[in-house]
């Protein structure tokens, strides 16, 4: 009797552009968050779908690593608790609705409190207490309290039968910049809000992990540099003993021969200076390829950094094929192990972060370990 299997990667309907999400890479930065803060609580951050590497599986590969997840919005760490994570996890930007006080009890979610608005719901909620962070505005501005008001409201939400546990928290606006003085400030002014009481602290991203030994503080909540990118200015992957966890991948789908002068893409912006062999990839914006890199933009090809040429349409790039070996269905990596994302997000003008969160839902995550 046969018996039909279906195989790990079917070759009908499994996706041609793919990225690889190596954890065995995910758990190795994880332990150069601890060689940098040996003495912290590494709150792992996952937010975003893990900086689009996928939330559950990230999660799980770092659930016996991590001492606990962070994520942005109520909803993501929803989605962790009902995909079985046991890890305990931060929700960054606290609650904003009564409902979320009882769920976040029966869920064990740990809540940030960064604004008044919250505080009528603590006041009101009468179940079981809850672990709670305070978080204290240093100087971002964007979530926390003044510094001026936190002692008062430490001893005051220390009070209230809602509340299980507090700690507290700020968050560093420049700590990717080593020449900036704007860091130095922040931590002094979290000595100012916090001196003398009796609570753990948490300051730093991944900037200040690598960056501002003094902001490690009792827990470091690293995000980018666990998925193997700089978050230093100035500084590459490879500085820090990083590895790249996601690589983008897409197939060669045509080689055309141009004559000089013949215009590529939409706009015809390129034209083809010579004689010469153009290679189009099966990838484009609508996966996430960044629709605005510029020139100098490279892919990796049979080992060889090759140029984009032409604009970024939705479902394709085009490359200059000039002095490389290839054929149809090799495979193109966009960016990740051999061609850093911190370089790639140079060539678009912005940031690492972008390109993974931007990496879209048709592009198939191959977990790798
Ligand atoms: C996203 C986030 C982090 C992680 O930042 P990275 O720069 O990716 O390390 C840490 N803390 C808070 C509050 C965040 O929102």
């Not at 409902?99 to 603590?122: C, N, R, Y």
């Not at 003993?241 to 004559?259: F, G, H, R, S, Y």
Request: charged fraction near 20%; include cysteine.
């Amino acid at each position: 009797m046969t018996c039909i299997r279906t195989p790990i990667t079917d070759p009908v309907t499994s996706s041609s552009v793919y990225a690889e999400i190596d954890l065995a890479a995910l758990r190795h930065n994880l332990g150069v968050v601890r060689k940098h803060a040996p003495a912290a609580g590494v709150m792992a951050v996952v937010k975003s779908m893990a900086y689009g590497h996928g939330a559950v599986p990230v999660a799980r590969a770092l659930a016996d690593s991590a001492d606990a997840l962070g994520v942005a919005r109520f909803e993501e760490g929803v989605a962790l608790r009902e995909a079985g994570l046991a890890t305990p996890i931060v929700v960054l930007e606290g609650p904003t609705r009564a409902e979320q006080l009882e769920a976040a009890f029966k869920l064990d979610l740990q809540l940030t409190i960064h604004h008044e608005s919250q505080l009528p719901l603590l006041q009101d909620y009468a179940d079981e207490p809850l672990d709670c962070w305070l978080k204290v505005d240093t100087g971002m501005h964007r979530l926390g309290f003044p510094v001026d008001r936190m002692r008062t409201l430490f001893e005051r939400l220390r009070q209230l039968p809602a509340v299980a546990s507090l700690r507290v928290m700020t968050h560093l606006a420049c700590a990717d910049d080593l020449t900036n003085p704007a860091t130095a400030n922040q931590l002094q002014r979290l000595v100012e809000a916090t001196g003398g009481l009796q609570t753990e602290k948490s300051i730093a991203n991944s900037a200040g992990i690598l960056a501002w030994p003094d902001s490690h503080a009792d827990w470091v909540r690293p995000g980018l540099m666990l998925y193997g990118a700089s978050p230093v200015m100035g500084k590459a992957a490879d500085d820090y003993d990083l590895q790249a966890v996601m690589t983008l991948k897409a197939p060669l789908i045509a080689i055309n021969d141009l004559e000089a002068g013949e215009a590529v893409g939409y706009g015809g912006t390129w034209l083809a200076p010579e004689a010469m062999p153009l290679g189009v990839v099966g990838i484009g914006y609508g996966d996430g390829y960044p629709r605005h890199i510029g020139a100098g933009a490279q892919v990796l090809l049979n080992g060889q950094r090759v140029p984009v040429v032409g604009r970024v349409s939705m479902d394709m790039i085009t490359l200059d094929l000039r002095g490389v070996r290839a054929q149809v269905g090799d495979i193109v990596t966009l960016w990740g192990k051999g061609l850093p994302a911190d370089e790639v997000a140079t060539w678009a003008n912005t940031i690492p972060y972008t390109l993974f969160c931007g990496v879209t839902a048709r592009v198939e995550r191959r977990y790798l370990d």
